[in-house]
């Protein structure tokens, strides 16, 4: 059995398995029974100025029989006195020392009220930091959580006061809700974070009631945007994971968070550079016992793969991800379609003519019987076939020799460039 343990910035942990900042962290009851269910660590639900919460603050989209596929919230920080919280943080961190303890942070952008909260949970025993520069709504609206991550002076002047009095690791969650992340990450390093975490939910209305004309949810018939997370945000966190983890300006451990649902995300989250990771919709649909299989499912990948330790992952597909510029042009794959798995439901032809190339042909072989095949040489190898295409194993995509030696964009224009440059200097001559 491989060792599951990881060191995340100096904050050391039995597993990657942390809970999220959440409903799920809000009290030292919850927090206990997760530990007791077998997850390494928790972010503490974010502590600050205790705030109101309305009724009516969470929703959910469904699609096509899936029950969350995205969980939306309009819920802020902890409603509890800081008291309170930090009675229970202690009580938590003497019953479970050697589980992660993270205190989620989020107070007005002054200097005082960092060094202030910040000495007041390190007293309790805490093992990091996680400074809340991601929230996009309610606190947002009052200067804090996304409307100070979205300015990279702030969260740089910020991340410098908390470090001016932390003698834990500083972690700084990111909100997805900007254009480049890596900028806001880069400026965290430089006020002196030992990690980063990310992604924080995303800007989103989970819909409108037809009948009613209501959003959802909606408090007392009117609604406001809330955080987007749930399996439907993977993609978009496990690329601003990547770009954060290839970026020579970021080069600090990161916490993945981001729509992570089974073993296999957990998989996907440290090959693209996670150190390890956070959950909470997923906890929220289906309980903190979905840890186990989570856990069961990560060691015997790591048996299956004959690797020792967890920490072996961690950014090894970071160095497959790059510029779309850097792509190579001449690499090929193209559509075969296999016609003993195939059921002639047609659905590639179909999207094949409607919204790619026209490559596929309905044909009727020698036999009578009616196949569809592929003319390789028209096909672009785009993929949508085998996407749509609901046999297992009916469509494969393969690579083909295209002849050329491989170039990419950037070349290409490196290329052009240079006899652009050879065509003046005839010219001048």
């Excluded at 009220?113 to 910040?118: C, D, N, P």
Aim: charged share 20%.
């Amino acid at each position: 059995m491989a060792d599951l343990s990881i060191d995340l910035a100096g904050i050391k942990s039995p597993n990657p398995f942390w809970l999220a900042s959440a409903p799920p962290t809000n009290t030292g009851y919850q927090v206990q029974r997760a530990f007791e269910a077998g997850w390494g660590g928790a972010v503490w639900k974010t502590l600050g100025e205790p705030v109101i919460n309305t009724s009516s603050r969470f929703a959910a989209v469904h699609f096509n029989g899936q029950r969350v596929a995205g969980f939306n919230n309009i819920e802020l920080i902890t409603d509890r006195p800081l008291e309170v919280n930090l009675k229970e943080i202690y009580e938590t961190k003497k019953r479970f020392p050697n589980h992660a303890i993270i205190a989620s942070l989020m107070v007005e952008p002054k200097q005082e009220k960092w060094h202030e909260i910040v000495k007041r949970v390190e007293a309790v025993g805490v093992d990091g930091l996680e400074l809340n520069f991601g929230c996009p709504h309610g606190m947002a609206e009052r200067g804090m959580g996304a409307a100070s991550g979205q300015q990279p002076d702030l969260v740089q002047a910020q991340t410098t006061w908390v470090k001016e009095v932390a003698t834990t690791p500083v972690i700084v969650k990111l909100t997805p809700n900007i254009t480049d992340i890596t900028v806001v990450a880069r400026h965290a390093v430089k006020g002196g974070a030992d990690a980063i975490s990310l992604i924080n939910t995303i800007n989103s209305l989970a819909g409108v009631d037809i009948h009613s004309w209501n959003t959802i949810p909606n408090v007392g018939g009117q609604g406001a945007h809330g955080g987007y997370c749930g399996p439907a945000v993977k993609p978009i966190a496990l690329s601003m994971v990547a770009e954060c983890a290839r970026d020579r300006g970021v080069g600090v451990p990161i916490s993945g968070i981001g729509g992570i649902s089974t073993w296999q995300d957990v998989v996907e989250f440290m090959l693209m550079g996670s150190t390890g990771i956070q959950v909470c919709t997923a906890v929220m649909h289906h309980g903190f016992r979905i840890v186990e299989e989570m856990i069961d499912g990560l060691n015997n990948y790591l048996d299956d793969k004959g690797l020792a330790s967890v920490t072996e992952l961690i950014g090894k597909s970071v160095p497959k991800y790059s510029n779309w510029g850097d792509l190579d042009l001449n690499y090929k794959v193209v559509a075969r379609i296999n016609e003993d798995n195939c059921i002639n439901c047609n659905k590639c032809h179909i999207a094949c003519e409607d919204a790619s190339h026209q490559c596929i042909d309905m044909l009727t072989n020698a036999e009578g019987k009616a196949i569809l095949q592929v003319r390789e040489e028209d096909c672009v190898g785009c993929n949508l076939c085998s996407i749509v295409c609901p046999a297992d194993g009916a469509i494969d995509m393969v690579a083909l020799d295209s002849g050329v030696a491989p170039m990419t964009w950037n070349q290409r224009n490196q290329v052009i460039s240079g006899l652009n440059g050879s065509y003046s200097e005839a010219e001048v001559v």
